[in-house]
């Protein structure tokens, strides 16, 4: 750092050194005395210095700047972690600041480093020229920088008012990227090319476009407007100070060298100054964005932890006594919900979709806090639990369950990764997940890159999520969750997962979560969720029994099942 400083120093002084020195070459040669090209060998001395200073600079700032990138979006990262629930990052106050970082944590902080770089160096230069100048017409440099603060106040308020514009387009710029994605991106290929959606997409990004383009431009030409007025008074007293310094000369009080430095010494306080406002007003700019950073840095987590966590009971039963929960933007998903589940026993949570059941899961794993009743886990509210600790001692697999651009087995060992190095846990868990058969083709094993990111295997659907089966065994935990990952697969393939996973699962309490009823039988217990109330609760038989909500929707499906031969 102080290396860099000593670089900026030199940077922001070597310009006008070259000007002083291009005076003694001009005087040397009207006036006479000393040999002229000694100074212009002083003066090729400096450029050079200057020369040679620009590559050691663009490192050194490379470096710095790469640094600071990677300190801000390490602190992302670690906010993001330190949050322990969901509230922030699903509330959608937050979507336009998580986009913001998002898109701008990348560049951002580079171009802060680069923008403070350029503005000390300009600030370096302008203070030593304000001494040159000064020393031949003190109001000069006085009367120079004043002229400039009316320009640097129109620019940092055209930036503010820029970035204001794109935050305001935010929900417009992120549709637009969203169109773009699908257009264009493999995930959706396959349809988009079906349903013959390239015009549409583009349609709907253009009009989203078109609003982002005319506030922009709106912005731009109100900008265009303010900065003439202020460029004009700028350009007005450098002309004054030319025209001074060449009466002045005429009259015989300053040599024609004195001419050049100060006509050198105008144009390059001009490049300077303007230097110095463009990096001020990307620096305004920037800071803007630092605004949403620590905003979101000092967002207050919606689930905190417990001043004096209590230890997790071993093999604790889990009890829902009473418990509500309203989502930060008012939606009702759960109501009075209460059961209780004993240590070892496998549950099926069922429902139709918006039922509550992944709401359920969601506070089990204390994502929420309930906004009514309470958790409990072996006695012991959840809230007064070491919430990391309990954690531990829950595997998951979840609707949108990971596709990891990893290793196969870092893909499976990111569940204990205090074992992510125990080959053969690994390959237990992906034999006992149905994937060795995958495991013996893979050419390097373990080892193999998996995901198109960066050019490794692509898995099946089917493959994948027995990959996030196997990932949530591997856990070896207490308590065990499958939130309706198969939901996109066939009837068939959803019983043999879920039949495994129930095999898998015995010893331990498991939770499944569907509101497909083709696989449930195998559970010892099943509980109907309806408009987030718990409806009923018993065995498959026993529910079928009541011909109540479970009968019902197994009706309604039975024909399904009995097509796809399951059952």
């Known amino acids: 750092m102080s290396l860099l400083a000593l670089l900026l120093v030199l940077q922001g002084t070597l310009p006008v050194a070259a000007i002083a020195i291009s005076r003694r070459v001009v005087d040397g040669l009207v006036e006479g005395g000393p040999d002229p090209l000694l100074w212009v060998g002083a003066w090729a001395g400096v450029q050079l210095l200057g020369g040679l200073l620009g590559p050691f600079d663009r490192m050194l700032r490379g470096e710095l700047?790469?640094?600071?990138?990677?300190?801000?979006?390490?602190?992302?990262?670690?906010?993001?972690?330190?949050?322990?629930?969901?509230?922030?990052?699903?509330?959608?106050?937050?979507?336009?600041?998580?986009?913001?970082?998002?898109?701008?944590?990348?560049?951002?902080?580079?171009?802060?480093i680069v923008n403070l770089v350029?503005?000390?160096?300009?600030?370096?230069?302008?203070?030593?020229?304000?001494?040159?100048?000064?020393?031949?017409?003190?109001?000069?440099?006085?009367?120079?920088?004043?002229?400039?603060?009316?320009?640097?106040?129109?620019?940092?308020?055209?930036?503010?008012?820029?970035y204001r514009a794109v935050v305001g387009a935010s929900p417009d710029a992120r549709a637009m990227n969203y169109h773009g994605r699908v257009a264009l991106g493999l995930e959706h290929a396959a349809e988009v090319r079906l349903w013959n959606l390239t015009d549409w997409l583009a349609d709907r990004y253009r009009r989203r476009f078109g609003r982002v383009f005319a506030r922009m431009q709106r912005v731009r030409r109100e900008a265009l407007w303010r900065s003439l007025a202020p460029l004009a008074l700028f350009y007005l007293a450098a002309g004054l100070s030319l025209g001074w310094t060449v009466q002045a000369a005429a009259a015989g009080a300053l040599s024609v060298g004195v001419v050049v430095l100060v006509l050198q010494g105008i144009a390059r306080l001009q490049a300077s100054a303007q230097g110095a406002v463009e990096?001020?007003?990307?620096?305004?700019?920037?800071?803007?964005?630092?605004?949403?950073?620590?905003?979101?840095?000092?967002?207050?987590?919606?689930?905190?932890?417990?001043?004096?966590?209590?230890?997790?009971?071993?093999?604790?039963?889990?009890?829902?006594?009473?418990?509500?929960?309203?989502?930060?933007?008012?939606?009702?998903?759960?109501?009075?919900?209460?059961?209780?589940?004993?240590?070892?026993?496998?549950?099926?949570?069922?429902?139709?979709?918006?039922?509550?059941?992944?709401?359920?899961?969601?506070?089990?794993?204390?994502?929420?806090?309930?906004?009514?009743?309470?958790?409990?886990?072996?006695?012991?509210?959840?809230?007064?639990?070491?919430?990391?600790?309990?954690?531990?001692?829950?595997?998951?697999?979840?609707?949108?369950?990971?596709?990891?651009?990893?290793?196969?087995?870092?893909?499976?060992?990111?569940?204990?990764?205090?074992?992510?190095?125990?080959?053969?846990?690994l390959e237990a868990a992906l034999r006992n997940a149905g994937l060795g058969e995958v495991l013996g083709r893979l050419p390097q094993g373990l080892d193999t890159p998996l995901g198109r990111a960066f050019g490794g295997r692509e898995l099946s659907g089917g493959e994948w999520q027995r990959l996030a089966i196997a990932r949530a065994l591997f856990r070896e935990a207490e308590v065990l969750v499958l939130d309706e990952p198969t939901a996109a697969l066939d009837a068939r393939a959803e019983h043999r997962i879920f039949s495994d996973f129930v095999r898998l699962a015995r010893g331990r309490t498991a939770l499944l979560v569907t509101h497909r009823l083709a696989s449930v039988r195998e559970a010892d217990r099943i509980l109907v969720l309806k408009a987030g109330r718990l409806v009923e609760d018993g065995t498959h038989d026993e529910l079928l029994a009541k011909s109540g909500e479970y009968a019902e929707l197994w009706r309604l499906q039975a024909e399904r099942y009995k097509d796809a031969g399951v059952g």
């Not at 000069?140 to 129109?154: G, K, N």
């Not at 309990?390 to 979840?398: I, L, M, N, T, Y």
Request: aromatic share 10%; net charge neutral.
């Open 65 to 112: 700047a790469d640094r600071f990138t990677a300190a801000v979006n390490l602190r992302l990262i670690k906010k993001s972690g330190e949050l322990a629930g969901l509230g922030v990052l699903e509330d959608p106050a937050y979507h336009d600041d998580l986009e913001v970082l998002r898109q701008g944590a990348r560049s951002y902080p580079l171009n802060l």
């Open 118 to 162: 350029f503005l000390t160096r300009d600030a370096v230069t302008l203070g030593a020229l304000a001494l040159l100048l000064g020393a031949y017409a003190p109001w000069m440099p006085l009367v120079l920088l004043a002229a400039a603060l009316p320009l640097a106040r129109s620019l940092v308020a055209q930036r503010e008012a820029s």
């Open 279 to 425: 990096s001020l007003g990307y620096l305004f700019e920037r800071s803007l964005f630092f605004g949403h950073l620590f905003r979101f840095l000092e967002a207050a987590p919606r689930v905190r932890p417990p001043a004096r966590p209590r230890p997790v009971p071993e093999r604790p039963e889990i009890a829902f006594e009473d418990v509500g929960f309203v989502y930060p933007g008012g939606r009702r998903a759960l109501e009075g919900v209460s059961f209780r589940v004993p240590y070892g026993q496998t549950v099926a949570l069922v429902g139709e979709n918006g039922a509550g059941k992944t709401t359920l899961i969601k506070l089990l794993l204390r994502f929420y806090d309930p906004s009514e009743g309470r958790i409990l886990v072996g006695g012991v509210d959840l809230r007064e639990l070491d919430l990391a600790a309990w954690r531990r001692e829950v595997g998951a697999v979840f609707q949108r369950f990971g596709r990891y651009a990893f290793t196969l087995g870092e893909n499976v060992g990111l569940a204990d990764l205090a074992r992510l190095d125990d080959a053969e846990a």
